[in-house]
């Protein structure tokens, strides 16, 4: 608690308060107290300052007889005589005209001096923050109620914006969020944070969070990040870098365990303004500045190590600001305040949104959330026309503040021009469960009133804009009692970006992590592409993978990068659970599709069956591409630390293949047994069932891919709709074949697990192989309880 003497009746500096003291200093104050005191020793660094106090808000209120304007024009609302708009302007007029009481302006304006001594400056930079004594709450916690004001410079200024700040404590959205909320107006006071400013106007800034704003995943650290005040970030004027790190390996320093990074467009930065009217104002970035990283590799981790500092010391996931002084280069924490949405969210319950079917999409964005809402569009380019909003619209405006608030409750979804996962729009979004998309870039230019749109949030990091109303399915999964079960349940994943949505899943781990979707959605060029971009044929190939590339002097060190973090993620769900990565598994067609591929493959005229998997690895014609996926998976687990990771090699014919594919993965540092690392088999083919022991003898395991495996051995085309009926996994043939290859697995102490599609389309599959005595089952996660309940009957029977 803040030191009680007479001295510290207007003021108390950060050092003396603690996070109690709300009452005093408000939320965001009393949080700074706390830091300053408590972490800055553990290495958090935090701008110094001091606070006002809720005394001297109400010694303010007295002086200058504002009680009873404030306490009779809040009746006249509450009973209609005025509007709200009236009223707000009011109460901040009085405000604003008022004057400090001598004692408390002394007070405020010799800690500003002082605060000048402090750090060996005259006429020091502040930033003058707003903080009630009814905000970061648990319980009511909406986005920035009250004003901020940086580069605030001299007495006269200082003086100035501190009654704004006071006034802003009656803007039009405080009011409505206190009657919401429950607050009498009167009894809410304000202090003012007076806070030495970082340059980070030529350093950079931003939000970030000690967990997975959309699905909650308690191992991830979110930070935005984009160049000069951090102001545009939270208000969501600019789209910003986005990282991700997963926050259990932080404690190693040898790690780098930064399991995303997208790179924002950063339109505008705010800096600090040579006209004494204007504090701030907003620049365009230059070419450079938007095709450039704000943070390196290792002030990420740093950023992140401060956000796991600060969530283990408050005991509770955190929002936080952060800023870099581009003159010392420290980069230092300005706010932090508990996260008050995926917190709180109910962990036994889980809801998916899937689209059936759909219209042409026409633009797509940031998701926020995993929800889908269909509508009209009511296109608001500004505040001031907010009353022209129609209740169960979708909003579709350039970016929110909180002013916007009122009519976000009404809406079905929200859809900006600008702004990231952590800007206003976002965050209130999340707070109100209103699916949204920031980040489009030209919304409110494409997009127009009375358009009936949807609006998709369910397909991972991509928000989706759909014509028409689009079908869609909304499915509730109860976790609250799930079966236990001896055979194993794990995952089918492939799209890095939705993986973390299932984190609540009590899955044993991945047992099939498909590459190919990382470098079809992600990577998009060929690989041979990128390693011989100089003998790229056609210009707009070439032209595409600069673009792709930029940043990068080595290209193919972009097709490393890229999968070893889209990898990440998934490995990241389930650590320390096994991840089973299968290598590439496309056909010849499949590459040729890639930018830049149609030069490098051959044609074929059955790819299904022709130059594919284990083939192309050793083979003169692809190994150096190959390669490359070698270095990701051994970045991903030696530099990055997920050692939970193992290898499978798909669709390997014979044991000389076996032999040569071992032996190029030994060349790139992928030895069998080394660190722990086990590498799998694909069991697809009939040879691997007959050969079963000699393929034990190479590989550490065996997973059973079940549509390749009924083909072959059927003699079906899996993708024939005119064969389809013919096609079945629960075939007596397939079955013999499952069955034979679990046995002799077993016999050579091999694992052995089934990937296929069969189990999540007929979880009565499931009891079939429980009977035969396969180690796991990996399912897709949409049919995980059915065969989890499946299997546990199953069990039941075998036992009983």
Known sequence: MAKDTADMRHLIWFEDLRREDVALVGGKNSSLGEMVSQLEPLGIKVPPGYATTSDAFRAFITHNDLHNIVADTMKALEEGKIKLAEAGRTVREAIARGDFPEDARKAIVEAYYELGRRVGQDNVSVAVRSSATAEDLPDASFAGQQETYLNVVGEKQLLETCRLCYASLFTDRAITYRTVQGFDHLDVALSIGVQLMVRSDIGGSGVMFSIDTETGFPKSILINAAWGLGENVVQGAVTPDEYQVYKPFLDNPKLMPIIEKKLGAKEIKMIYSENDDDMTKNVPTSKKEKESWVLSDEEIVELARYAKTIEEHYGQPMDMEWARDGVNGGI????????????????????????????????????????????????????????????????????????????MKKAKAIITDAGGRTSHAAIVSRELGVPAIVGCGDATHVLHDMQDVTVDCSQGDDGLVYEGFADYAVEELDLSHVPETETKIMLNLANPSTSARWWRLPVDGVGLARMEFVINNAIIAHPLALLHFDKVEKKKDREFIEELTKGYDDKSQFFVDTLARGLSRIAALVYPNKVIVRMSDFKTNEYAELVGGKQFEPKEENPMIGFRGASRYYSESYKEAFGLECKAIKRLREDMGFDNVTIMIPFCRSLDEADKVLEVLGEYGLVRGEGGLEIYVMCEIPANVILAEQFADRFDGFSIGSNDLTQLTLGVDRDSGTLADLFEESNEAVEWMISTVIEKAHKTNSYVGLCGQAPSNDPTFAKFLVQAGIDTISVTPDSFLAVKENVAEAEKARKG
């Open 332 to 407: 230092y924490i300005v706010q932090a305040r508990p996260e008050t949405v995926q917190s709180r969210a109910q962990a036994g319950a889980m809801k998916r949104f899937s689209v059936k079917s759909h219209g042409k999409e026409i633009m797509r964005g940031i998701s926020v959330g995993a929800a889908v809402a269909t509508g009209t569009i009511c296109l608001i380019e500004s505040v001031k026309d907010i009353d022209k909003f129609i209740d169960g619209s979708i909003l579709v405006t350039t970016q929110t503040d909180p002013d916007w608030v009122p009519i």
